[in-house]
Every structure is written in structure tokens, then in C-alpha cells.
């Protein structure tokens, strides 16, 4: 019996500091990347303060939406998951949203709780791999930061920790450069929040970092100028280097820190608290250094999409991707 089709999928993931899409060809627990893009929009501006998604924000995320509408339609994906994670359910209006979402742009939502944000990411971070025992997976976003400890041998440990490069921005990175003391209460925030959500027994024995920041750590440590997902995948980053692009960085004025080659200048205003997250992890854990992967929530995603149910009309429905 030949094997069957694979399914093309999408795969959208909203969330609080980009908005990303992943077009894959996907057959089982193989899956083939067609296309990838990723914006900047800040769903969770002031969300931590307000505990609402607000106008700005949102009208950003409907033309990112918007935009992802030609690749869609041109590659033909049969089935679209929207994901939606820490800003979405912080916010009161949060399912609201997705309700708009999905009258909009013909896409399933799912709104995740922490548990289910950082088990999907693992799923996607296994896919075509195999942990060794003790594996730390590292999911720095904005709102939020997911933990998982696993091996071979399945899950040991996964939790989601109040820990974002947005929230902890809004927070205490006020000043332009951040001052000293800003970068010192943050710090301690974040090691305030490990002891508090970690058990004290829980070990590593190395560890996969996933999502923008550290991503952008590894191009920054490759030097790259453009974006190189092949290069970026697989980079292991020594904790020296972490320190040494935590130290640069801070020092830099925003201005300057967008000019920066391989950082997004979107990303500008929130690495340096993305960096602290990752530089008191692995203290934490006494890690030495942690690999990036290119493999993340995303591709999880993407085969949970693959196992929606078959559309009632087949494929997407007409005009599902224009907005309104």
C-alpha cells in the first residue's frame, strides 16, 4: 500500500512579542518546511500592566494576519492552527480575540495554558531527534518562559514561569540604555522566580534553547549579518558568550542596538531582558553552554494541525483568509 499523502499544513504562532507562520508538508512525524516568516508585533504591549490585549496591538497582529494571506493561498495549505500563548491568556479579552481570528481568517485557534505551551514545544524540538537524559529545553518568549527536562525515556519535569523579554522590559528596563540598577532587580527577578517555581532537586545535564532571543544570540555569536536558519540550528553558545552579548548590548542605546548586524531591529527594544533570562537559566542550572534550535513551537504546531479534523467543505473555506 503506497504511503499517504502528505498533508500541507499552517501553522501560526501568536504570540506575545511576534507573530510567525510555518507552511509544512507533513506525513506522520515527518514534516517538510515549504515557506517561513516571522513579524514583530507585540501582542502583549501592556499586557502585563493592563490585562488586556489593546487597539495598537491587535490591529498590528490582523495585517500581519492579513499579509500571510497570499502565502497561504498560493501554497494551498489544507489546514491552519493559530496558536496562542502567554499574552492571550493573560488578557480578559484574550478569547474574544481568537473568536475574531477565527471568523476572520477561516484558521482552528487553540489557547494554551503554560503546561500545554512547553510540552508542544518539546514535541516540536524532538521532531527527528532523540533527547539525551537530563535535557534542559529553554523556550524564552514574551510573556512567558517554558521549561521542559526530558529524555529518552519521556518528560521528567515542564513548567511555564511568569519569565518574558516584554514583561520583564515593561517592568524594569525603563532607561535608554538600561541603568545598572534596572539590569540588577531584573536579574534578581529572575532568579527569584527560579527558586520560587523550581523544584530544588530538578538537574540538567545540558540544555536546548528555542525562540527569538536565542536564535538571535546565535547569530550574533556567529557573526552573521543575514539570518542563516541552517547555520543558527544546531550552534552550540558557551555561557561566556552569552555574558559577553549581554554586556555589549545593555551598554548600547536603542538607536544604536537596532543597527546592531543579525539583530532584528524589532527585537531591539526586548533582547536585553530575553538575554538576562537566558544568562540566569543557565547559572541556574550551572550550565556551560546550550544549543539553539530552529525547531520549536512551530513545528509542533504544524503536526497538530495535521491531525485537525477534515475540513467540512474541504480545505480552507473561500475567502477564509480576508480580513475584515
Do not use: K
Not at 78 to 99: C, K, M, P, Q, Y
Not at 164 to 187: H, K, N
Not at 249 to 267: C, I, K, N, Y
Amino acid at each position: 500500500m503506497p504511503p499517504a499523502r502528505p498533508l500541507r499544513v499552517a501553522a501560526i504562532d501568536l504570540g506575545t512579542n511576534s507573530t510567525r507562520l510555518l507552511v509544512a508538508d507533513v506525513g506522520g512525524d515527518r514534516l517538510e518546511e515549504v515557506a517561513r516568516e516571522t513579524r514583530i508585533t507585540r501582542l502583549g504591549e501592556g499586557v502585563d500592566e493592563r490585562r488586556r490585549l489593546l487597539p495598537g496591538p491587535i490591529a498590528r497582529v490582523r495585517s500581519c494576519l492579513a499579509g500571510y494571506r497570499g502565502t497561504l493561498e498560493r501554497l494551498g495549505a489544507e489546514r491552519g492552527l493559530a496558536i496562542a500563548t502567554s499574552a492571550v491568556r493573560d488578557a480578559e479579552n484574550g478569547e474574544a480575540f481568537l473568536d475574531e481570528v477565527e471568523r476572520s481568517y477561516g484558521l482552528a485557534t487553540r489557547l494554551l495554558s503554560g503546561e500545554q505551551e512547553a510540552l508542544l514545544t518539546l514535541r516540536g524540538v524532538t521532531l527527528g531527534r532523540s533527547l539525551a537524559p537530563g535535557t534542559l529545553i529553554l523556550d524564552v518568549g514574551g510573556g512567558s518562559t517554558e521549561l521542559v527536562v526530558g529524555g529518552p525515556d519521556g518528560v521528567g519535569f515542564q513548567t511555564s514561569l511568569e519569565l518574558g523579554c516584554v514583561r520583564l522590559t515593561e517592568r524594569f528596563l525603563r532607561s535608554d540604555p538600561p541603568a545598572e540598577a534596572e539590569l540588577v532587580s531584573c536579574s534578581r527577578a529572575v532568579r527569584s522566580a527560579l527558586a520560587a517555581g523550581l523544584p530544588s532537586s530538578l538537574r540538567a545535564a545540558s540544555a536546548i534553547g528555542v525562540a527569538g532571543t536565542v536564535t538571535t544570540l546565535a547569530a550574533l555569536d556567529l557573526g552573521l549579518v543575514e539570518y542563516d536558519h541552517e547555520r543558527v540550528h544546531g550552534h552550540v553558545l558557551s555561557a561566556a558568550s552569552v555574558e559577553e552579548q549581554l554586556d555589549r548590548l545593555s551598554a548600547l542605546p536603542l538607536t544604536e542596538r537596532a543597527r546592531v548586524p543579525g539583530l532584528e531591529p524589532d527585537r531591539a527594544p526586548v533582547i536585553v531582558a530575553g538575554i538576562l533570562i537566558v544568562r540566569e537559566m543557565l547559572e541556574h542550572f550551572a550550565l556551560p553552554s546550550l544549543e539553539a534550535s530552529e525547531r520549536d513551537i512551530l513545528h509542533g504546531a504544524a503536526l497538530a494541525a495535521a491531525e485537525l479534523p477534515d475540513p467540512v467543505e474541504g480545505g480552507l473555506p473561500p475567502g477564509a483568509f480576508t480580513s475584515r
